[in-house]
Protein backbone atom coordinates (compact mmCIF):
# COMPACT_ATOMS: atom_id res chain seq x y z
CA UNK A 1 0.00 0.00 0.00
CA UNK A 2 1.81 2.95 -1.26
CA UNK A 3 1.45 6.67 0.02
CA UNK A 4 0.76 8.07 -3.10
CA UNK A 5 -2.09 5.70 -4.31
CA UNK A 6 -3.99 6.29 -0.86
CA UNK A 7 -3.53 10.13 -1.28
CA UNK A 8 -4.65 9.83 -4.93
CA UNK A 9 -8.06 7.78 -3.43
CA UNK A 10 -8.24 10.37 -1.21
CA UNK A 11 -8.63 13.30 -3.57
CA UNK A 12 -10.78 10.79 -6.04
CA UNK A 13 -13.33 10.60 -2.97
CA UNK A 14 -12.95 14.60 -2.65
CA UNK A 15 -13.99 15.21 -6.09
CA UNK A 16 -16.62 12.44 -5.97
CA UNK A 17 -17.89 14.46 -3.20
CA UNK A 18 -18.43 17.93 -4.97
CA UNK A 19 -19.61 16.19 -8.42
CA UNK A 20 -22.27 14.29 -5.73
CA UNK A 21 -23.03 17.16 -4.58
CA UNK A 22 -23.66 19.30 -8.16
CA UNK A 23 -26.13 16.52 -9.50
CA UNK A 24 -28.02 16.06 -6.11
CA UNK A 25 -26.78 12.71 -5.33
CA UNK A 26 -26.98 12.67 -1.48
CA UNK A 27 -26.11 9.04 -1.09
CA UNK A 28 -23.17 9.45 -3.21
CA UNK A 29 -22.31 12.62 -1.68
CA UNK A 30 -22.78 11.33 2.09
CA UNK A 31 -20.48 8.15 1.03
CA UNK A 32 -17.72 10.08 -0.07
CA UNK A 33 -17.63 11.85 3.11
CA UNK A 34 -17.76 9.44 5.27
CA UNK A 35 -14.74 7.02 2.73
CA UNK A 36 -12.17 10.18 2.61
CA UNK A 37 -12.52 11.31 6.60
CA UNK A 38 -11.82 7.73 7.61
CA UNK A 39 -9.10 7.27 4.54
CA UNK A 40 -7.47 10.53 5.83
CA UNK A 41 -7.25 9.64 9.31
CA UNK A 42 -5.52 5.81 8.12
CA UNK A 43 -2.79 7.42 6.02
CA UNK A 44 -1.98 9.95 8.73
CA UNK A 45 -1.71 7.10 11.24
CA UNK A 46 -0.47 3.97 8.97
CA UNK A 47 2.13 5.90 6.42
CA UNK A 48 3.44 8.43 8.86
CA UNK A 49 7.04 7.29 10.11
CA UNK A 50 6.87 8.91 13.55
CA UNK A 51 10.39 8.07 13.88
CA UNK A 52 12.19 10.19 11.50
CA UNK A 53 8.70 12.31 11.39
CA UNK A 54 8.47 11.79 7.44
CA UNK A 55 5.53 9.85 5.74
CA UNK A 56 6.62 6.44 4.18
CA UNK A 57 7.28 5.25 0.67
CA UNK A 58 4.25 2.41 2.06
CA UNK A 59 3.51 -0.17 4.10
CA UNK A 60 3.30 -4.16 3.19
CA UNK A 61 1.14 -7.17 4.63
CA UNK A 62 2.67 -10.49 4.55
CA UNK A 63 0.39 -12.57 3.46
CA UNK A 64 -2.70 -10.08 3.35
CA UNK A 65 -2.44 -10.09 6.97
CA UNK A 66 -2.96 -6.71 8.84
CA UNK A 67 -1.35 -8.05 11.74
CA UNK A 68 1.86 -8.59 9.83
CA UNK A 69 3.08 -4.73 8.65
CA UNK A 70 6.59 -4.11 7.53
CA UNK A 71 7.19 -0.38 6.98
CA UNK A 72 8.97 0.57 3.22
CA UNK A 73 11.17 3.42 4.56
CA UNK A 74 12.37 3.82 0.94
CA UNK A 75 13.07 7.07 -0.08
CA UNK A 76 10.14 7.82 -2.89
CA UNK A 77 9.62 10.70 -5.01
CA UNK A 78 5.85 9.85 -5.23
CA UNK A 79 4.61 10.85 -1.70
CA UNK A 80 5.50 14.33 -2.72
CA UNK A 81 1.12 12.98 -3.71
CA UNK A 82 0.57 14.04 0.26
CA UNK A 83 0.39 17.90 -0.44
CA UNK A 84 -0.70 17.56 -4.29
CA UNK A 85 -3.93 15.77 -3.60
CA UNK A 86 -4.87 17.80 -0.61
CA UNK A 87 -4.43 15.44 2.21
CA UNK A 88 -2.21 18.26 3.55
CA UNK A 89 -0.90 22.04 2.87
CA UNK A 90 2.45 22.16 1.47
CA UNK A 91 3.77 24.46 4.89
CA UNK A 92 2.52 21.34 6.99
CA UNK A 93 5.37 20.45 9.58
CA UNK A 94 5.03 17.03 8.03
CA UNK A 95 4.86 17.53 4.27
CA UNK A 96 8.04 20.25 4.83
CA UNK A 97 10.00 17.50 6.66
CA UNK A 98 9.22 14.95 3.75
CA UNK A 99 9.91 17.38 0.98
CA UNK A 100 13.16 18.27 2.43
CA UNK A 101 13.94 14.64 2.97
CA UNK A 102 13.47 13.85 -0.87
CA UNK A 103 15.20 17.20 -1.78
CA UNK A 104 18.60 15.57 0.74
CA UNK A 105 18.26 12.24 -0.33
CA UNK A 106 17.07 12.14 -3.79
CA UNK A 107 19.27 14.91 -5.69
CA UNK A 108 21.79 14.32 -7.84
CA UNK A 109 24.67 16.87 -7.55
CA UNK A 110 26.41 15.91 -10.65
CA UNK A 111 23.63 16.67 -12.88
CA UNK A 112 20.87 18.34 -10.99
CA UNK A 113 17.73 17.19 -10.64
CA UNK A 114 15.63 15.04 -8.80
CA UNK A 115 15.95 11.17 -8.55
CA UNK A 116 12.70 8.57 -8.60
CA UNK A 117 13.66 6.53 -5.69
CA UNK A 118 16.53 5.38 -3.87
CA UNK A 119 18.44 2.21 -5.79
CA UNK A 120 16.11 2.67 -8.73
CA UNK A 121 18.49 0.93 -11.24
CA UNK A 122 16.03 1.71 -13.75
CA UNK A 123 18.46 3.00 -17.35
CA UNK A 124 21.18 3.42 -14.38
CA UNK A 125 24.38 2.52 -16.26
CA UNK A 126 26.44 -0.18 -14.09
CA UNK A 127 29.33 1.06 -11.61
CA UNK A 128 27.53 4.46 -11.08
CA UNK A 129 25.63 5.00 -7.46
CA UNK A 130 23.68 7.40 -8.27
CA UNK A 131 19.91 6.94 -9.58
CA UNK A 132 19.04 9.08 -12.77
CA UNK A 133 17.25 12.11 -12.13
CA UNK A 134 13.72 11.97 -13.64
CA UNK A 135 12.29 15.51 -14.98
CA UNK A 136 8.49 14.88 -13.91
CA UNK A 137 10.08 14.11 -9.87
CA UNK A 138 12.32 17.28 -10.69
CA UNK A 139 8.96 19.42 -11.34
CA UNK A 140 7.00 17.97 -8.07
CA UNK A 141 9.70 19.20 -6.47
CA UNK A 142 9.24 22.52 -7.56
CA UNK A 143 5.50 22.41 -7.37
CA UNK A 144 6.10 21.87 -3.87
CA UNK A 145 8.36 25.18 -3.74
CA UNK A 146 5.12 26.74 -5.45
CA UNK A 147 2.61 25.39 -3.51
CA UNK A 148 4.30 26.84 0.09
CA UNK A 149 6.13 30.16 -1.79
CA UNK A 150 4.47 33.04 0.68
CA UNK A 151 6.77 35.71 -0.74
CA UNK A 152 7.49 36.46 -4.88
CA UNK A 153 11.49 35.76 -3.40
CA UNK A 154 10.29 32.21 -2.79
CA UNK A 155 9.55 31.09 -5.79
CA UNK A 156 13.03 31.41 -7.10
CA UNK A 157 13.85 27.63 -6.41
CA UNK A 158 10.54 26.58 -8.43
CA UNK A 159 12.19 28.57 -11.17
CA UNK A 160 15.24 27.43 -10.79
CA UNK A 161 13.91 23.54 -10.96
CA UNK A 162 11.71 24.27 -13.81
CA UNK A 163 14.99 25.83 -15.91
CA UNK A 164 16.57 23.01 -15.30
CA UNK A 165 13.76 20.45 -16.79
CA UNK A 166 14.19 23.35 -20.03
CA UNK A 167 17.93 22.96 -20.18
CA UNK A 168 17.61 19.07 -20.32
CA UNK A 169 15.71 18.84 -22.87
CA UNK A 170 16.48 18.30 -26.52
CA UNK A 171 16.77 21.08 -28.66
CA UNK A 172 13.74 20.37 -30.42
CA UNK A 173 11.37 20.44 -26.68
CA UNK A 174 11.24 17.50 -26.55
CA UNK A 175 11.52 16.31 -23.47
CA UNK A 176 13.03 12.48 -22.24
CA UNK A 177 11.69 10.70 -19.20
CA UNK A 178 15.00 10.95 -17.29
CA UNK A 179 19.34 11.68 -18.25
CA UNK A 180 22.10 9.89 -17.41
CA UNK A 181 23.44 10.95 -13.71
CA UNK A 182 26.52 11.68 -14.90
CA UNK A 183 26.44 13.01 -18.16
CA UNK A 184 23.21 13.93 -18.51
CA UNK A 185 22.53 12.35 -21.39
CA UNK A 186 18.73 12.11 -22.46
CA UNK A 187 17.53 8.22 -21.37
CA UNK A 188 14.21 6.16 -21.76
CA UNK A 189 11.52 7.41 -23.78
CA UNK A 190 11.55 10.87 -25.87
CA UNK A 191 9.03 12.81 -26.01
CA UNK A 192 6.98 11.21 -22.89
CA UNK A 193 3.90 12.79 -22.11
CA UNK A 194 4.06 12.52 -18.90
CA UNK A 195 7.22 15.01 -18.82
CA UNK A 196 5.64 17.31 -21.27
CA UNK A 197 2.25 17.39 -19.00
CA UNK A 198 3.84 17.89 -15.74
CA UNK A 199 6.39 20.66 -17.51
CA UNK A 200 2.69 22.79 -18.63
CA UNK A 201 0.69 22.00 -15.83
CA UNK A 202 3.64 23.43 -13.65
CA UNK A 203 4.30 26.60 -15.40
CA UNK A 204 0.65 26.90 -15.37
CA UNK A 205 0.94 26.60 -10.97
CA UNK A 206 4.17 28.84 -11.23
CA UNK A 207 2.16 31.85 -13.11
CA UNK A 208 -0.89 31.54 -11.03
CA UNK A 209 0.69 31.64 -7.35
CA UNK A 210 3.22 34.37 -8.97
CA UNK A 211 0.31 36.60 -9.87
CA UNK A 212 -1.57 35.87 -6.28
CA UNK A 213 1.60 36.88 -4.71
CA UNK A 214 1.98 40.48 -7.05
CA UNK A 215 -1.72 40.78 -5.99
CA UNK A 216 -1.46 40.69 -2.35
Not at 142 to 148: G, M, P, Q, V
Amino acid sequence: MFTFTASAVYRGLLSGEKLSRLVGDKETYKTCILRYSKLKKAILKELYDNERGIFLRGINYKNHNIKNKSLDRTVDSSVYGIFEFNLLPADEPRVIRTMRNLEQKLWVPETGGLARYENDFYYRQEGRTKSNPWLICTLWLAKWYIAKAKEIKDLEKALELINWVADNSLETGIMPEQIDSLTGEPLSVAPLTWSHAEFVDTIIRYQEKKKALYEN
